[in-house]
């Protein structure tokens, strides 16, 4: 793989680097202001892309000809294609662990018959893929069918997924979205946190009797889904339930989740080639969404997966949707120095979007290490929020058209999943005047508006991006997750990162172990009757723990 962008042996002040810095501050003048720029001729067809299925418009960010040429040959030099075409081969990628990164290869539709077969350690990718889907198909059916039933022989009307992280983010977020037009067959609940009031909420919406409970985690030893399944097992034993008859795994073959030694209605596969944050197409979506609305629904999302993933890899360059939009990505961050982003879906069945994008993100770019083992030259990647619009308009965006700047990536849905009849006020939809807003913001924050009140000014010259894709099908969606998961590996490439490991999550992981290790001890003495007190800990860690236990600050 080549080095990247920020790898500390490029020369810096030469070449495409110096290139792109010059440019940047030219950019700081008056004359490139936006309320310029986006009055140019052709200039919206000409930073404009599109696909049947998605439309991206980045005629609002703070470009122009010249840079957009340079940021297309920084990604040649970079060899991000390249790259790209050798992860989707199944080529190590993720060299710091010595695995590939085959999400891919989990919706892969091809039909060439001389397409070489993808192995990883003598696996057929493919064949695997296959298997856990038809086990997915076949054990979805029989839920659906009433062949599969909980303890007391009731239907299954709910289930809850026990995950964090990658294990419940992309699912969540594709759950909210599709179930907006079509109706769940099991409603899904997702219990991500240990904290054990979320254990409560989601108890509060099921039935004992007719809840599945669906446990993920690829080495079963995540703490907050071990803690959150030990809470689960205690709550059907209290109910008189047996737990093997509604409980499911989503785990790596062979681990503790995996053995038949503690029975469980049914176990699906998960692969170390394929990272959480990117394994919604795996059996970790797999499983609840075929649960929720059918396995042919999830097949359908695969499919807009697929569509995408396959531009990503054939398009050149400076029509590739999701690396030009890394390549803008890159520009805002490294040379603009905006040091965040926002996601901002003008549709409610993507609330969840934006938090998925997030971890994909910054779990993937938050780096300040090349795979070789340098110290970059400074920390890769940016902060990543969002929230619905208009709710946002309501919400952050006084700090976002006066306050310090950041880019926003607007997301326009052509068709609502609603098709009842439309009341009209001021003359328009529902649905048009979310358009509005939508479309108002992104003039709003490039043009800006004079005033000779402070108050009343606005500077203008923020950019904008606007994604639009067509409704919230399957396909749809499919097709919009795989354009950032695209998006955020090219981005990684393209810096000189590995964007599938994530060694930072670690350190809190060891820390926390410590103090775990003194709470159990001073539980066990409770239990046995005897005194522990926590005098050998620092002030802070002493204070707060004893809070703990006591039970109240004073």
């Excluded at 080549?2 to 490029?10: E, N, Q, S």
């Excluded at 240990?194 to 509060?204: A, E, G, M």
């Excluded at 059996?283 to 097949?299: M, T």
């Amino acid at each position: 793989m080549p080095k990247g962008l920020l790898h500390p042996d490029i020369p810096h002040q030469k070449g495409i680097f110096r290139q792109l810095t010059e440019k940047a501050t030219c950019f700081g003048t008056d004359s490139y202001h936006l309320k310029k720029l986006i009055l140019q001729p052709h200039r919206f067809s000409e930073f404009s892309l599109k696909t049947p299925e998605m439309f991206l418009d980045f005629s609002r960010q703070r470009i122009d000809s010249d840079l957009f040429q340079t940021l297309i040959r920084l990604a040649k030099q970079t060899n991000a294609c390249q790259s790209f075409s050798d992860m989707a081969g199944g080529k190590m990628v993720n060299t710091t662990e010595r695995r590939a990164a085959l999400h891919t290869g989990t919706r892969d539709f091809s039909d060439n018959p001389l397409k070489p077969k993808l192995k990883i350690d003598d696996m057929d990718v493919d064949s695997e893929m296959n298997r856990v889907n038809r086990e997915i198909k076949a054990f979805s059916s029989a839920l659906h069918q009433g062949r599969i039933k909980g303890s007391t022989g009731k239907f299954f009307t709910h289930a809850v997924v026990i995950g964090i992280g990658g294990s419940y983010l992309g699912c969540e977020f594709a759950f909210e979205a599709l179930k907006q037009s079509i109706d769940p067959k099991i409603m899904i609940h997702f219990l991500p946190n240990v904290d054990i009031d979320n254990f409560y909420s989601v108890t509060k919406k099921i039935e004992p009797e007719t809840c599945l409970w669906i446990v993920i985690s690829k080495s079963y030893t995540t703490t907050e889904t071990m803690a959150n399944l030990a809470q689960a097992r205690l709550f059907l034993k209290a109910h008189g339930l047996s737990p093997e008859n509604h409980l499911v795994t989503v785990t790596s073959k062979g681990s503790p989740g995996d053995d038949p030694s503690n029975p469980v209605l049914a176990s699906f596969h998960m692969f170390d080639f394929i990272g959480g944050r990117f394994s919604v197409t795996s059996a970790v979506g797999g499983v609840p969404l075929s649960i929720a609305f059918g396995f042919d629904c999830f097949e359908r999302f695969l499919k807009g997966c697929h569509t995408m993933d396959t531009h990503a890899l054939t398009a050149p360059e400076s029509i590739n949707i999701p690396l030009v939009s890394a390549m803008i990505s890159i520009w805002n961050t490294f040379f603009l120095n905006y040091t965040a982003q926002a996601i901002i879906p003008y549709s409610s069945g993507l609330s969840k979007l934006p938090a998925h994008v997030q971890q994909l993100y910054m779990e993937s770019t938050g780096k300040h290490a090349s795979p070789d083992g340098c110290f970059l030259t400074q920390p890769a990647g940016t902060i990543i929020f969002g929230e619905p619009g208009t709710n946002a308009q309501h919400s952050f965006f006084q700090l976002a058209h006066q306050g310090p700047a950041f880019p926003i990536e607007f997301i326009g849905v052509v068709n609502p999943a609603y098709d009842g009849e439309c009341a009209k006020s001021k003359g328009v939809t529902n649905h048009q005047e979310l358009w509005a807003n939508m479309l108002a913001q992104t003039l709003a924050l490039a043009t800006g508006k004079e005033n000779d009140t402070p108050a009343k000014y606005f500077p203008g010259n923020r950019p904008s991006s606007l994604i639009i894709i067509n409704d919230l099908s399957p396909e749809s969606l499919g097709n919009l997750l795989s354009f950032y998961e695209a998006r955020t590996v090219f981005e990684g490439f393209i810096l000189g990162i590995n964007p599938f490991d994530q060694f930072g999550v670690e350190l809190g992981k060891v820390l926390a172990s410590d103090i775990r290790k003194e709470i159990s001890l001073k539980n066990q003495s409770l239990n046995n009757k005897l005194e522990y007190e926590f005098d050998h800990l620092e002030d802070a860690k002493k204070f707060y723990l004893e809070t703990l236990f006591k039970g109240s600050l004073e």
